[in-house]
């Protein structure tokens, strides 16, 4: 499949099958967790961004130009996506005497720590 410019998707392009023959064209959010969001690549792009660098919910809400509640779904899936890939890679965190702080953040920004120490050796 090849990249085309498409005027007639939301994101302006689509992938297309290079086989005159065939010629199939395709989302170019197909298979990805974007798949069937109706939100804007650019938005979404954003949205991750600003949540990899621990920006509040509402202040991504603002600056992605999504609603509150839309920003809060796509928490809760980009959350999933990280516990998932952390248990199947079997990743740890902390180790031998090493404290750890867990943070759970509330609905649109409000914080509750929870602090586990590991203080075997």
Same mark, same amino acid.
């Given at each position: 499949?090849?990249?085309?410019?498409?005027?007639?998707?939301?994101?302006?392009?689509? =992938?297309?099958?290079?086989?005159? +023959?065939?010629?199939?064209?395709?989302?170019? #959010?197909? %298979?990805? $967790?974007?798949? *069937?969001?109706?939100?804007?690549?650019?938005?979404?792009?954003?949205?991750?961004?600003?949540?990899?660098?621990?920006?509040?919910?509402?202040?991504?809400?603002?600056?992605?130009?999504?609603?509150?509640?839309?920003?809060?779904? =796509?928490?809760?899936?980009?959350? +999933?996506?990280?516990?998932?890939?952390?248990? #199947?890679? %079997?990743? $740890?965190?902390? *180790?031998?005497?090493?404290?750890?702080?867990?943070?759970?953040?509330?609905?649109?920004?409000?914080?509750?720590?929870?602090?586990?120490?590991?203080?075997?050796?």
């Amino acid at each position: 499949m090849n990249e085309e410019k498409c005027k007639r998707t939301m994101d302006g392009y689509r =992938w297309r099958c290079p086989v005159s +023959k065939c010629r199939t064209t395709t989302s170019i #959010r197909k %298979g990805s $967790l974007f798949e *069937g969001s109706k939100i804007r690549l650019t938005q979404l792009v954003m949205m991750i961004y600003l949540w990899t660098i621990d920006v509040s919910q509402r202040q991504i809400a603002f600056e992605a130009h999504v609603s509150k509640r839309t920003m809060v779904n =796509w928490t809760k899936k980009l959350r +999933k996506i990280c516990s998932v890939e952390m248990e #199947r890679r %079997g990743t $740890l965190i902390g *180790g031998i005497s090493q404290g750890v702080a867990l943070e759970k953040k509330g609905g649109l920004g409000g914080k509750v720590s929870t602090i586990f120490r590991d203080n075997c050796s």
